[in-house]
């Protein structure tokens, strides 16, 4: 037992906003979605990468120095990071002084991630709050998962999972028993629409949320909301709806977007798709919510806006 | 000399000097010449009534600085004047006005302030306090006169010639009192003549519960508020204690009873908390315990915190004493009152409170225990009863390590200020290096302590003996001593650490980087500290690296609580001279942290020489990363219980987080837990980062922005450049 290890990009305390209480949210690395608006790109890979911010540079050269892949260079006073050469072993970060190079995802022992989950034990129990496992898709790193929740459980806390349901059915049958809460994003119904947006379709989300609404598991249903993506009137009533069938479900989040990740996307050499999205203005939003309730009308099922 | 001519000196209006020299003149014994003076300047006190008032008065004030638009004005335009805590002071800049008034006098203006300053003794030794408003209250200022009466009988008898005359200066300030009350109540009673319509009932309504308030117990809220506030006005506006228990009784008998509209309550509160921010008081206390040991939380404490978001300024400086009876919508309002970003009210564990006060303060009967309240920013007393040197002044705990570092020199001017406790480089281990720095700070404590006890006995038997405050603190006219000589029920110092999470930081450093893992050399450390770190920046680096205070971090925190238990240990053996109180710690950093830092070179936690230390309890600026959990955590393995002078904690929280239910709920959370765990007080600012940046380049745009230092709230354009830095470095949890 605790043998496994994971790859864990943020451990994030007193995280409000991710299941009941106060809660330490786990970000495990990797997802098999690549959702043009996500803030959280540095999730996308299964395994550490170097996060190259070129606003901090100093142009001391230490990481030139120090690089046995040579990737890091200086010409004529420009910093140049070629990162198809860095095999991520993270030296360079370890003597970058203006921290303009940063790890990011660190090889964690399931014992080494409880470690950080204790700490704050007393508040979870005051709080009735716990731990959550987000991602990138949690999903993805089952073992190491399914060994923290039953370590989780052992100790007495309460568990959440952040999961937008892409994986196989058999790794939720898997960690079931385990999970307290599931916060289970559904992002788009449209198919088609769901492609484009995030890179997979989704027959197998929504078939996943189905079986899970049977086993009687606490589910909250979590939105993000994406201007020109999920924000008509016919992407609402249609996501309302299959909720609302699944009739085990009560409670739906709505995330509206926010644009933060910018700086990320440019540190971690990925292009960015989301320049050009608006934020919803607060009017919208309220819309929203109304034509959420509208539709979910003759249901139990509440939706707010976290 | 014609300054001395009394005829001249009322002429001038110098009300103060006229009773100062008056008592010369008639050669009667100290204090009397401070009886005297305060009897004249009350006697001839000017009374304004503003236009659409209703406390009144709201003199006088030797100055009063309208915090939100920085301006000063004072009401009292004597030379000779009145300041809460220094009692009579001479003010040279009046002396200018004056003299533009009176042209004709310069030269005998100059002459009287030249004789004021050889005769006037006073010491700028800031005491904040609280008037004894229950006393007021539950028996009125008849009861006091009486004692004093009784007393001076008692001291005749007994041929007691000190207490004697202490008396009887107190006597003729009540004298001052009586005439300064008659002229209110005529001052009133003619603009209630000359006004119509409302305004006119209302001056009816504050007229009949002025004629009715102060001398005898209060019987309505109206009268119980405007005796408080004369109260407040006598002791020059500092801090008014435990607000809500004073009152709250009638002001839910007149709500429920029909006798006082609820509006016009709330215009009085709306008026008096205002006053407190246009006067520059200080302190306000709401909820607590009940001397029945039952909890006070009452309708005015929720009316007192919704008149503080109506009214989103710095002051009063409000604490809210929360024990395990206060109902969670008390607190969840505090936390919304928060986020209007006001930093207030700052949240205390009464229950906590109330054991270390009980512990520490012999002879403490619960009934007093449970006054306790807070002075200033937050120096814990029990109120209307006692002497608090708040604050006494303040240990720097980052100077002393720089000493230890440097064998006792202190190397910005090449002088020998501490013991030599050895040259660093010889240290063997780290524990002969911790030994030496207990000498240092054994060393700076004694000091300390030898000079504050020394200015204490002064002022024990020369300057203003504090005339108001020995009226209006419990024991001084029943132990027929003034506030100053030690007739207060109880008395005792505060004394603020400064840089203690620099140390902890250095200390950490040093144990791991240069004793156990000898990454750095101690040749190496000190030359780099010598230089300030230039040419030595990768060695700053790797101190800046190593585990810092705040982040839940065992073996960092455990230094902590190491060194802090034998520095507060050790200040807690030292007595003051008056009436034997102890000198008591404290963690209050107000905008002396950026002074403290002036004067200390660089340190092994990284910090270059005479940038800020930390702010209070908290982490060094931008150290603590891992949220507000791990920081109290951090927090709750030092020995603040020692420090109840109040080991202040500041977390700040981005705004958004408590715009929402859910935030304000775990907020609340949190407190709760950290209290239930023997934390003592938390203050919260509520701020974006992105807003202090912007109010840094655009202060005019941004005068409203509230951020909490210290034991208090200040104006963040206010503040230097250096501490705007800190504050916008302190970390930010999102």
Redesign the interface.
């Known amino acids: 037992m605790k043998l496994e290890k994971g790859v864990v990009f943020k451990i994030?305390?007193?995280s409000?906003?991710d299941g009941p209480?106060?809660r330490t949210t786990v970000f495990l690395k990797g997802c098999g979605l690549r959702c043009f608006w996500c803030h959280n790109p540095e999730s996308f890979k299964e395994y550490p990468e170097l996060q190259c911010f070129e606003g901090k540079c100093i142009g001391c050269g230490k990481c030139v120095e120090i690089c046995p892949q040579n990737a890091h260079k200086i010409k004529e006073n420009q910093k140049i990071f070629e990162r198809r050469l860095c095999n991520s072993c993270g030296k360079c970060a370890d003597v970058c002084?203006s921290k303009a190079l940063v790890m990011i995802g660190k090889i964690m022992t399931v014992k080494e991630v409880m470690h950080e989950i204790i700490?704050?034990k007393?508040?979870y129990d005051?709080?009735k709050?716990g731990v959550t496992f987000s991602g990138g898709e949690p999903l993805i790193q089952k073992d190491f998962l399914k060994e923290l929740l039953v370590t989780c459980k052992e100790n007495n806390i309460h568990t959440a999972i952040e999961t937008a349901g892409n994986v196989s059915w058999e790794i939720f049958e898997k960690i079931i028993p385990y999970v307290d809460l599931f916060l289970y994003d559904v992002k788009v119904y449209d198919n088609k629409k769901h492609i484009k947006a995030t890179g997979s379709n989704n027959e197998m989300i929504l078939s996943n949320l189905k079986k899970l609404a049977k086993t009687n598991s606490n589910i909250i249903i979590r939105i993000p909301l994406i201007p020109g993506i999920n924000d008509d009137s016919l992407e609402i009533k249609k996501i309302a709806e299959f909720i609302k069938a699944l009739k085990t479900v009560k409670f739906i989040e709505l995330l509206p977007y926010h644009s933060l990740g910018e700086a990320k996307y440019q540190s971690l050499g990925i292009n960015s798709r989301s320049g050009t999205i608006k934020p919803l203005e607060d009017e919208e939003l309220a819309n929203i919510v109304a034509l959420f309730s509208e539709k979910l009308y003759g249901s139990d099922v509440k939706c707010s806006i976290? | 000399m014609i300054f001395l001519d009394l005829k001249f000196l009322a002429e001038i209006k110098e009300w103060a000097a006229y009773g100062f020299y008056e008592a010369e003149a008639l050669q009667l014994p100290y204090p009397r010449n401070y009886g005297l003076a305060y009897r004249r300047l009350y006697e001839n006190m000017r009374i304004r009534i503003e236009e659409n008032s209703l406390i009144i008065p709201i003199e006088p004030l030797y100055k009063a600085k309208n915090r939100s638009n920085n301006k000063e004005h004072h009401c009292v335009n004597s030379i000779l004047n009145f300041f809460h805590s220094y009692g009579l002071v001479l003010r040279s800049d009046i002396a200018k006005e004056k003299k533009d008034v009176y042209p004709q006098y310069c030269k005998e203006i100059d002459e009287l302030c030249d004789d004021l300053r050889l005769k006037l003794v006073v010491f700028t030794q800031y005491i904040h306090s609280n008037p004894d408003t229950y006393t007021i209250l539950e028996k009125g200022f008849n009861y006091l006169k009486n004692e004093i009466d009784l007393g001076i009988a008692q001291s005749e008898a007994d041929n007691d010639q000190d207490s004697l005359q202490f008396l009887l200066a107190l006597k003729d300030y009540t004298i001052g009192i009586d005439t300064y009350y008659i002229n209110i109540k005529n001052n009133i009673n003619n603009a209630m003549l000359k006004s119509e319509g409302q305004r006119k009932q209302e001056l009816k309504i504050i007229y009949d519960a002025f004629c009715n308030c102060f001398y005898e117990p209060a019987t309505s809220f109206v009268g119980g508020l405007l005796a408080v506030n004369l109260l407040f006005m006598l002791d020059g506006c500092d801090g008014i204690g435990r607000f809500d228990y004073a009152l709250g009784g009638l002001f839910e008998q007149d709500i429920n009873s029909g006798e006082l509209n609820i509006d016009f309550a709330r215009r009085l509160l709306d008026e008096f908390f205002v006053n407190f921010e246009n006067m520059n008081a200080w302190n306000l206390q709401l909820g607590g315990y009940k001397p029945d040991g039952s909890n006070l939380d009452c309708l005015l404490t929720k009316e007192c915190l919704e008149c503080a978001i109506r009214n989103n300024y710095t002051r009063p400086n409000i604490a809210l004493r929360v024990n395990k009876h206060t109902p969670d919508e008390t607190l969840e309002l505090a936390l919304k009152c928060l986020s209007y970003g006001s930093g207030k009210p700052a949240i205390y564990n009464d229950d906590l409170y109330m054991k270390l006060i009980q512990e520490n303060i012999p002879n403490l009967p619960y009934e007093d225990a449970v006054m306790y309240g807070f002075g200033g920013c937050t120096e814990t007393m029990i109120t209307g009863m006692s002497c608090v040197e708040s604050i006494a002044g303040q240990i720097n705990t980052a100077k002393a390590l720089e000493l230890c570092l440097f064998n006792g020199i202190d190397i910005s001017n090449n002088t020998q200020e501490g013991p030599t406790t050895g040259n660093f480089v010889d240290f063997n281990t780290f524990d002969e290096f911790l030994e030496a720095y207990k000498k240092q700070i054994e060393f700076m404590t004694k000091k300390f302590v030898h000079t504050t006890n020394a200015d204490i006995k002064r002022r024990m038997s020369s300057g203003d003996p504090k005339i108001s405050r020995s009226l209006f603190t419990r024991g001084c006219i029943e132990n027929k001593k003034s506030f100053e000589a030690g007739g207060a029920k109880y008395n005792y110092s505060i004394v603020s650490y400064d840089g203690t999470s620099v140390v902890i930081d250095s200390l950490a450093a040093v144990k791991d980087l240069v004793f156990d893992k000898k990454e750095i050399s101690k040749e190496e450390l000190i030359k780099a500290l010598y230089n300030n770190f230039d040419g030595y920046e990768s060695i700053q680096n790797k101190l800046q690296s190593a585990p810092k205070f705040g982040n839940d971090i065992e073996y960092v925190d455990s230094i902590g609580a190491d060194i802090l238990k034998y520095m507060w240990e050790l200040l807690l053996t030292f007595n003051i001279p008056r009436g034997n109180g102890k000198h008591v710690p404290s963690i209050i950093l107000f905008t002396t942290y950026e002074y403290s830092g002036k004067s200390v070179v660089a340190l092994p936690n990284g910090r270059k020489a005479f940038e800020v230390l930390n702010d209070s309890t908290g982490a060094c600026a931008g150290c603590d990363e891992n949220g507000p959990t791990a920081l109290l955590n951090s927090l709750l393995r030092l020995p603040l219980q020692l420090a109840f002078g109040t080991p202040v904690v500041n977390l700040r929280f981005n705004k958004q987080m408590l715009a929402t239910e859910n935030g304000i709920k775990k907020i609340s959370n949190l407190i709760r837990n950290y209290f239930s765990r023997q934390g003592l007080q938390i203050q919260i600012s509520v701020i974006n980062q992105e807003d202090l940046l912007k109010a840094q380049l655009n202060p005019e745009k941004y005068k409203d922005i509230i951020v909490r230092i210290g034991g208090f709230s200040e104006y963040f354009v206010n503040l230097s450049k250096g501490l705007q830095d800190s504050v916008i470095k302190r970390t930010e949890h999102q």
Do not use: A, E, H, L
């Open positions: 994030q305390r007193f409000i906003n209480g106060i002084p700490k704050d007393s508040f005051t709080s709050g976290v």
